[in-house]
């Protein structure tokens, strides 16, 4: 069974850091991205990071260029997000997922696993 378990969220006040952790098992990820999508309240789910499990290249998103930095420990079979600069706008449900990535990365995509996520709030 494929199983991705995040963990490290919590509340934290704005400008603060946190460390997002996913630990994946079940599998060989070797032909997969491992990344990290977000939901917040009324809102679609969004990506948020991602990398690719081999070859090491990521993918962020605009709004978190320069704050957020995606990171794989491939001996752990973990993957990491570091959250800088923390704003209350990056309050959401953050998921951890495996899926793949065809063309350009992260242009074209399809998630195959999903993590239950974990809950980051930052407060203003």
């Known amino acids: 069974q494929v199983q991705l378990v995040e963990s490290g969220g919590g509340l934290v006040q704005a400008g603060g850091s946190l460390r997002l952790s996913c630990a994946a098992s079940?599998?060989?990820?070797?032909?997969?991205?491992m990344g990290w999508f977000r939901q917040a309240p009324g809102k679609e789910r969004e990506v948020v990071a991602a990398?690719?499990?081999?070859?090491?290249?990521?993918y962020n998103a605009d709004s978190v260029k320069g704050r957020f930095t995606i990171s794989r420990d491939k001996a752990k079979n973990t993957v990491y997000l570091q959250m800088n600069s923390l704003k209350p706008e990056d309050t959401a449900v953050y998921y951890c997922?495996?899926?793949?990535?065809?063309?350009?990365?992260?242009?074209?995509?399809?998630?195959?696993?999903w993590g239950k996520g974990t809950l980051v709030t930052v407060s203003s």
């Open positions: 997922a495996a899926g793949r990535s065809s063309g350009r990365f992260m242009f074209t995509y399809a998630i195959d696993y």
């Open positions: 079940g599998r060989s990820f070797d032909s997969y991205f």
């Open positions: 990398i690719n499990w081999s070859g090491g290249n990521t």
